[in-house]
């Protein structure tokens, strides 16, 4: 196993002209991803769920993310929280699936009961048979563990270190280039969500979205109307990359019908296009008239669920279209499952040096690398927090 | 055990497996005013007590009225 400590990251962080990719270890390696996850995923807002999946007060969804058992749960007040899905008493998990809670979260252990935000409400018997109270069980101190956490474009964010700053000035650099997008959004419903499980890491499933590099040879499908020289890279180093397009069509049904378009929208959205990877494993994308969202899993070194939710600017869509509009983008997101896949395999190649970068083509590759391997580089710097 | 009480325990077991909140606080607290009738205390609590946190759980009204009832037994912050 190799020695992630030592692990040379210098490379990666050149200018692209003169960088090499990240090491095989952060694909292969079970340390390395261990190591890499608690710099990049635990230590930035990471994206775990959706908010359309806890739509009412009650609806409590658990989550694993990277192991941690969490449950997003939406309050009476409408917020949506993320706790420690495990009771404060023996570490019992709380919500063991998806659904509504009438009341409060009951443990189905002891029954010790937390109000939907979180504070402990009741400890039966903790006295002793029919008495509740016990001086040396402090209600107050005992309530869910709850993580920050943050809701935008639907996609709820945590952060697991609570050392990152506030969502709202981290999120900064992507919010203001879309500030324009900054309206409601309808999920389209039950044909609007899909997963794909794939075979690979989950830092190859960004470096492939947010590069058009790809796309005449991946999508060929694309280069009747959208040629690579209509894209452009977006580069906003710590932030996100990803890729533009001038020329996309508005999407429309066998009658010439469209979606409704996002209210408000300057005229550079009228064939304008744009898909971000926000840092660390949100991948975005809007058009005039739908949006969509996805949410990277990583579950292992070698396996990451993609969760592809689709949204657009009105409750009330064409069933038929939406259908339309989510049976071309799977084909699209299933068109990249090789090529993701492959470089997965091929990070088994000993000596491999992580590869050299097109400087005119690679660059919000080469972004998001030097942004892991400088998030990596300063979480080797400090001193490691007790377990 | 009466007769009474054997139903009351029979439609307790069915509640529990049915994992019905609502009807395991209305049942407990049936089985509380029992206990509480015959002046046991301590078994009348025990009983509020299981019926206060299914009614918690239910999101049922009687949860206050429970509350209430185990706090004037100083039981129940």
Not at chain 1, 30 to 59: C, Q
Not at chain 1, 113 to 141: E, F, I
Not at chain 2, 20 to 38: M, T
């Amino acid at each position: 196993m190799p020695d992630t400590r030592h692990d040379d990251l210098s490379s990666v962080l050149r200018d692209v002209a003169q960088a090499t990719g990240l090491p095989n270890a952060h694909y292969t390696d079970p340390a390395t991803f261990e190591e890499e996850s608690r710099a990049v995923l635990h230590g930035s807002w990471a994206g775990i769920g959706f908010g359309k999946d806890v739509p009412e007060p009650g609806d409590a969804n658990p989550i694993d993310f990277l192991g941690l058992p969490l449950v997003a749960v939406r309050g009476r007040d409408g917020a949506v929280r993320v706790f420690q899905n495990i009771c404060r008493h023996r570490g019992m998990i709380l919500v063991p699936e998806r659904g509504k809670l009438r009341g409060v979260i009951r443990c189905p252990y002891h029954s010790w009961s937390y109000a939907l935000d979180g504070a402990l409400v009741a400890t039966p018997h903790v006295g002793g048979p029919g008495q509740n109270t016990h001086a040396a069980v402090d209600r107050a101190k005992l309530g869910l563990v709850e993580l920050r956490s943050h809701v935008w474009r639907d996609v709820i964010f945590v952060n697991v270190s609570g050392e990152a700053p506030a969502f709202e000035a981290y999120a900064a650099p992507v919010i203001d280039r879309w500030r324009e997008f900054e309206q409601p959004l309808f999920h389209g419903g039950a044909d609007s969500s899909f997963t794909l499980d794939v075979a690979t890491n989950w830092k190859l499933a960004v470096e492939n979205y947010c590069e058009s590099y790809h796309l005449p040879w991946v999508h060929p499908g694309l280069n009747s109307y959208s040629r690579l020289e209509d894209h452009y890279n977006i580069e906003a180093p710590g932030s996100h990359s990803g890729q533009g397009t001038l020329v996309y069509r508005q999407f429309r049904g066998r009658n010439g019908e469209t979606f409704p378009d996002f209210a408000g929208l300057s005229d550079r959205w009228n064939e304008g296009a744009e898909y971000i990877a926000f840092y660390p494993n949100v991948l975005l994308g809007v058009h005039r008239d739908h949006a969509f969202a996805i949410v990277l899993e990583p579950r292992a070194p070698d396996r990451t669920v993609e969760h592809i939710e689709i949204y657009y600017a009105a409750e009330a869509t064409d069933p038929a279209l939406r259908q339309a509009n989510a049976a071309l983008w799977k084909t699209v997101f299933e068109e990249d499952i090789g090529v993701v896949e492959g470089m997965q395999r091929g990070r088994r190649a000993s000596g491999f040096d992580g590869g050299r970068f097109s400087p005119a083509m690679d660059g919000p590759t080469h972004c998001f690398h030097a942004w892991v391997a400088g998030r990596v580089a300063e979480a080797r710097g400090r001193p490691r927090a007790a377990e | 055990m009466s007769a009474a009480e054997a139903a009351l325990d029979a439609r307790l077991l069915a509640a529990h497996a049915a994992g019905d909140a609502a009807a395991l606080a209305a049942l407990y607290a049936e089985a509380g005013d029992r206990a509480e009738a015959r002046g046991a205390v301590d078994a009348a609590c025990f009983f509020l007590t299981q019926a206060y946190v299914f009614a918690l759980e239910a999101g049922h009204a009687a949860a206050a009225t429970l509350h209430a009832r185990l706090v004037a037994h100083g039981r129940e912050a």
